[in-house]
């Protein structure tokens, strides 16, 4: 089963990297956002599981921002609030969220509702399978491992960067990620000025399996917008 994305909606730096490790250390796939336009631009480039959100955001304000998310579809949401009311805790019930919880609260009690929460939504039938093992051009990712293996069957663990921007851009190829893409998938944060994590990270991919770094035949860079799998998947 694909790893569930969990989005951070919170305004408060500290706090939305802390979430961020939290969610991270449990094994989630996770992104953020600091107000609801960008929750809205993050809802729309990946396909979210959790939100896990603060109602006291800047601009529209989280009892705003689940009221239009729940008119559009159903995702599992988790308000956090330093509101310590109980009638904006049965508000934002009654709005959509799943569940609420008052700041400060126990990192452990919010992951483990978080997980009791997925296992209700996520756990569904898909209609498309996503492979464990993905074959390409004679090679192999395991997504269990993340060995990539070479069609002579020499075998190397990638890290957790590398494998997640290989397997984003195998699972839809074709497809054109921007570097802000990229970034949020493989570490859960936003670009930085100047930031050149995603390039290194690609030119590392590539010195896997590309026989000329130069004209490189798998991983292509498309100039001003990102990278995109050119290569072949091979179907079972």
């Given at each position: 089963?694909?790893?569930?994305?969990?989005?951070?909606?919170?305004?408060?730096?500290?706090?939305?990297?802390?979430?961020?490790?939290l969610f991270?250390?449990?094994?989630?796939?996770?992104?953020?956002a600091i107000?609801?336009?960008?929750?809205?631009?993050?809802?729309?480039?990946?396909?979210?599981?959790?939100?896990?959100?603060?109602?006291?955001?800047?601009g529209k304000?989280?009892?705003?921002?689940?009221?239009?998310?729940?008119?559009?579809?159903?995702?599992?949401?988790?308000?956090?609030?330093?509101?310590?009311?109980?009638?904006?805790?049965?508000?934002?019930?009654?709005?959509?969220?799943?569940?609420?919880?008052?700041?400060?609260?126990?990192?452990?009690?919010?992951?483990?509702?978080?997980?009791?929460?997925?296992?209700?939504?996520?756990?569904?039938?898909?209609?498309?399978?996503?492979?464990?093992?993905?074959?390409?051009?004679?090679?192999?990712?395991?997504?269990?491992?993340?060995?990539?293996?070479?069609?002579?069957?020499?075998?190397?663990?990638?890290?957790?960067?590398?494998?997640?921007?290989?397997?984003?851009?195998?699972?839809?190829?074709?497809?054109?990620?921007?570097?802000?893409?990229?970034?949020?998938?493989?570490?859960?944060?936003?670009?930085?000025?100047?930031?050149?994590?995603?390039?290194?990270?690609?030119?590392?991919?590539?010195?896997?399996?590309?026989?000329?770094?130069?004209?490189?035949?798998?991983?292509?860079?498309?100039?001003?917008?990102?990278?995109?799998?050119?290569?072949?998947?091979?179907?079972?």
């Open positions: 089963m694909q790893t569930p994305v969990v989005l951070i909606v919170e305004d408060e730096e500290v706090t939305r990297s802390n979430l961020v490790s991270q250390g449990e094994g989630y796939d996770v992104i953020e107000n609801g336009e960008e929750m809205n631009q993050r809802l729309a480039e990946s396909k979210v599981n959790l939100i896990v959100m603060d109602i006291n955001l800047p304000n989280g009892l705003i921002l689940a009221r239009e998310l729940r008119q559009k579809e159903k995702i599992g949401l988790i308000f956090l609030t330093g509101r310590d009311s109980e009638v904006d805790r049965i508000l934002g019930l009654e709005i959509g969220a799943d569940d609420y919880l008052t700041k400060p609260f126990n990192p452990r009690e919010l992951t483990i509702r978080a997980r009791n929460l997925l296992s209700r939504t996520v756990a569904q039938p898909v209609v498309e399978e996503h492979k464990s093992v993905v074959t390409f051009n004679g090679w192999t990712l395991d997504e269990n491992s993340r060995n990539l293996t070479s069609p002579k069957g020499e075998s190397r663990r990638l890290p957790k960067g590398e494998y997640r921007a290989l397997r984003l851009m195998l699972d839809t190829p074709g497809k054109i990620f921007t570097r802000e893409q990229l970034i949020r998938h493989m570490t859960g944060r936003e670009l930085r000025p100047n930031d050149r994590t995603v390039d290194v990270t690609i030119r590392r991919i590539r010195k896997h399996f590309e026989t000329d770094m130069d004209t490189p035949e798998l991983i292509s860079t498309i100039h001003g917008e990102g990278y995109r799998f050119v290569g072949n998947i091979d179907k079972d």
